[in-house]
Structures are given as structure tokens and as C-alpha cells.
T-cell receptor, first 112, second 113 residues
């Protein structure tokens, strides 16, 4: 049973437009969420995080929104750039910071 | 600055052979260390984590084991590989208990034939 779901395996967006990547979770004990970006044959790199006490966190072109009642978070990338093309993983933790559960990932392709 | 190393980068091993993957972290002390596996088309699955030398927590029962013989060294092992062990293995580290962000190594692509 997947506790963290990313229902879109892939997404294509035109350069300069907004990319919206979605993530849903089922465990109400999760209180910290992260997004990672992964290029082929490389380890994931941390992108942005959000705690359950917030509903929005922004860092440059990246904004993460958290809707606790819907158990849903999303990552917005504005404007999208070709270098953003990668697999994006959503991850959630239940408070101890050790056991992160990762979603299956969404492959983003930004078209020039 | 901190860096994390993993080797080898790729590995092809026959079924039933042993496995040893090594991960080392530089530039920090007493990190939390993690082993993940990414199977084809799947997300990252946490296999083991360690908060200190000799302290290993296993998340998924399997034929893999982990050891932490030194503060900044984390080893993933198997006595006999299965075909289902194929995947991309990632080591990661994080600061103590005050930071949740994990920093990943470059990964090892393991193919069991």
C-alpha cells in the first residue's frame, strides 16, 4: 500500500510556463515533506521542504503548497526551464526525520 | 564542505554471488546514514538507516544487510544475490535530529544476471 502517491508518471510543459507536480499521502501522521530532483544515473538532490505548520514555502522559482485536510501537496516551478527536466520525488516523514517514504516520482520534460 | 562517495558506480553480478557496496561521507562527523534502493519504475525504498557506529535499523526484511564499522562508513552487503536485488542503490546522509534534508550519493547501478 503506497503511503505517498504521485499519480502522474510524466508531465510535459513548454519552456517559460508553469510546471505543477502533485503528491498525495495517506498517513495523517506525516508532518514534514520534501521534494527531490533526480537526473539519470545520479543521486537525488534536495529541492525544497515544507513543515505541516505551514501551507506554503517558496524558494526562487520553486513553491511548495500543502493542503493538510486533503493530504495533498504540490510543487510549482515558474518559469519552467529545460534544465528542470528530471524526475521529481515527493517524500514524507512522520516526525522522526529518519523514515522518509518516497513517492514513485514524476518525470518532468520541459520543452524548448 | 561535505561530500558523499559511493562505489562502484556500476556492478554486474551473477545470481548467488556476494555483494558489498561502500559509502563514505567526508566533512562531517556522526552523520545519520541511509541505504535506499530504486527499482525500475518505483520510488526510493528505504532499506537501512544508522544513527551511529554499530547502530543499524532495517526497514525491509530481505537478504541484504548493512554495517557501519566507522563513523562515516556505511556498507551494504549480501551473501547471495537474487535477481530481484537488481536496482539503483543510493546512500544518503543527514545531520543529527535537527535537519530532515538528506543528501544523496551518486548511486550504484546493480544488475544481477
Amino acid at each position: 500500500d503506497q503511503q505517498v502517491k504521485q499519480n502522474s508518471p510524466s508531465l510535459s510543459v513548454q519552456e517559460g510556463r508553469i510546471s505543477i507536480l502533485n503528491c498525495d499521502y495517506t498517513n495523517s501522521m506525516f508532518d514534514y515533506f520534501l521534494w527531490y530532483k533526480k537526473y539519470p544515473a545520479e543521486g537525488p538532490t534536495f529541492l525544497i521542504s515544507i513543515s505541516s505548520i505551514k501551507d506554503k514555502n517558496e524558494d526562487g522559482r520553486f513553491t511548495v503548497f500543502l493542503n493538510k485536510s486533503a493530504k495533498h501537496l504540490s510543487l510549482h516551478i515558474v518559469p519552467s526551464q529545460p534544465g528542470d527536466s528530471a524526475v521529481y520525488f515527493c517524500a514524507a516523514s512522520g516526525g522522526n526525520g529518519q523514515n522518509f517514504v518516497f513517492g514513485p516520482g514524476t518525470r518532468l520534460s520541459v520543452l524548448p | 564542505s561535505q561530500t558523499i562517495h559511493q562505489w562502484p558506480a556500476t556492478l554486474v553480478q551473477p545470481v548467488g554471488s556476494p555483494l558489498s557496496l561502500e559509502c563514505t561521507v567526508e566533512g562531517t562527523s556522526n552523520p545519520n546514514l541511509y541505504w535506499y534502493r530504486q527499482a525500475a519504475g518505483r520510488g526510493l525504498q528505504l532499506l537501512f538507516y544508522s544513527v551511529g557506529i554499530g547502530q543499524i535499523s532495517s526497514e525491509v526484511p530481505q537478504n541484504l544487510s548493512a554495517s557501519r564499522p566507522q563513523d562515516r562508513q556505511f556498507i551494504l552487503s549480501s551473501k547471495k544475490l537474487l535477481l530481484s536485488d537488481s536496482g539503483f542503490y543510493l546512500c544518503a546522509w543527514s545531520w543529527g535530529t535537527s535537519s530532515y534534508e538528506q543528501y544523496f550519493g551518486p548511486g550504484t547501478r546493480l544488475t544481477v544476471t
